[in-house]
C-alpha cells in the first residue's frame, strides 16, 4: 500500500494527526527534499528506508514503491503542503493503477494558507472578493492559454501565485497588462511556516523590485489583489446583528450589551 501524504508547508507541527501516524507506521517513506521539512521524519521506525525524491526520478520512485509493494511493505510518498497542488500525484497514481497497487491519500496544509496565517489573512473579504484564484506563471510546465495571468487579473479576486517567484518582472507586466493598477496590494511570503519565514507587503508595481531587493526567486507566495491590504471590506452577515441564523434571533441593533453564553461554564 502508498500512502500519498500532506506534509504541510513545512513547520513540523502543521502536518496532520493522520499523516504523523503514517510517517511512524512507515517501511519506506519517499520525501519531496526540496520543500519537506526533514524534521517531519523524525518519529519514523529505526529501519524505514527514507528516499530523498527531488534526486530521483518518476520512473525510480515508482521503482522504489514495487519493491517495497513486493516485500508487503508500506510506503509514504510525502509532498509538500497539499499533495493536489502541483503534487505530480497523479502520474504516480496511474503507474501504481497499472501495476495493481493499492494508494490513498491524506490531505495537508497547503503553502497558501500558511501564507494567508503568516499575514493573518482572510482571502474571502466581503465586498472585495469571495473567490480565490489559485494559479502559477508558466515554467518548464505550460499552463493552458486560457489561464492566462491577464485573464485571472481581470477577475479582482484575490489570488494565490505558486512557482513564480523567480518572474516577478514578467509576473507584475502581465498583472498590468490584465488590468490591475500598479498600486494594487501584494505581498511576497517566503518560505511560510518556516523558521526562516519571509513576509513582504507591496503592490504590483513594487513587486518585481521587492522581489530582487529582498533576493526572493524560490518557495514563496505571491499573493495580489484588494484583499492583500485586509481594508475597506464589508462586515460578514453571518455574525451581523440584525442577521438571523438557526443558531441566533436577530437583535436588530449592532452590538449586543449581554456577554454571550458561554457552553462549558462550570
Ligand atoms: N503542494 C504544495 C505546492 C507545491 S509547488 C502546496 O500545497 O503548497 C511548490 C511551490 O509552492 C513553491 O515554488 C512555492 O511557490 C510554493 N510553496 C511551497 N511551500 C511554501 C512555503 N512554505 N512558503 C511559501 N511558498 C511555498
Keep these: 500500500m502508498v500512502h500519498f501524504v500532506g506534509a504541510g508547508p513545512g513547520a513540523p507541527d502543521l502536518i496532520t494527526l ?11 517513506v519517499i520525501y519531496a527534499g526540496s520543500l519537506v521539512n526533514p524534521a517531519l521524519l523524525e518519529g519514523r521506525k529505526a ?36 499533495p493536489s497542488l502541483y503534487g505530480a500525484v497523479r502520474e504516480q497514481m496511474d503507474l501504481l493503477e497499472t501495476a495493481g497497487i493499492a494508494y490513498d491519500s491524506t ?49 479582482r479576486a484575490a489570488m494565490v501565485i505558486f512557482l513564480s517567484a523567480g518572474m516577478t518582472d514578467q509576473l507584475a507586466a502581465r498583472l498590468l497588462a490584465g488590468g490591475y493598477g500598479e ?11 518556516w523558521p526562516e519565514e519571509k513576509r513582504f507587503l507591496c503592490t504590483v508595481g513594487t513587486l518585481a523590485d521587492t522581489a530582487r531587493d529582498k533576493g526572493i526567486t524560490r518557495t514563496a507566495l505571491i499573493l495580489v489583489g484588494d484583499v492583500v491590504a485586509q481594508k475597506d471590506y464589508a462586515r460578514s452577515r453571518l455574525y451581523a446583528a440584525e442577521f438571523e441564523t438557526a443558531y441566533r434571533k436577530a437583535t436588530g441593533a449592532e452590538g449586543n450589551p449581554v456577554p454571550p453564553r458561554r457552553e462549558n461554564k462550570e
Design 107 to 155: 490531505p495537508g496544509v497547503s503553502s497558501l494558507f500558511a501564507a494567508a496565517a503568516s499575514l493573518n489573512l482572510e482571502y474571502t473579504l466581503p465586498g472585495q472578493s469571495q473567490s480565490v484564484i489559485i494559479t502559477r506563471m508558466e515554467g518548464r510546465t505550460s499552463v493552458p492559454e486560457a489561464e492566462g495571468i491577464e485573464s485571472f487579473a481581470s477577475h
Design 18 to 28: 493522520r499523516g504523523d501516524r503514517l510517517i511512524r507506521e512507515a517501511d519506506v
Design 183 to 193: 498600486d494594487t496590494p501584494a505581498a511576497i511570503v517566503y518560505k511560510a511556516s
Design 47 to 82: 529501519d524505514c528506508a527514507v528516499y530523498n525524491s527531488a534526486e530521483m526520478t518518476l520512473t525510480q520512485v515508482f521503482q522504489v514503491m514495487c519493491q517495497a509493494e513486493a516485500e508487503g511493505k508500506t510506503t509514504v510518498r510525502l509532498h509538500t503542503g497539499d
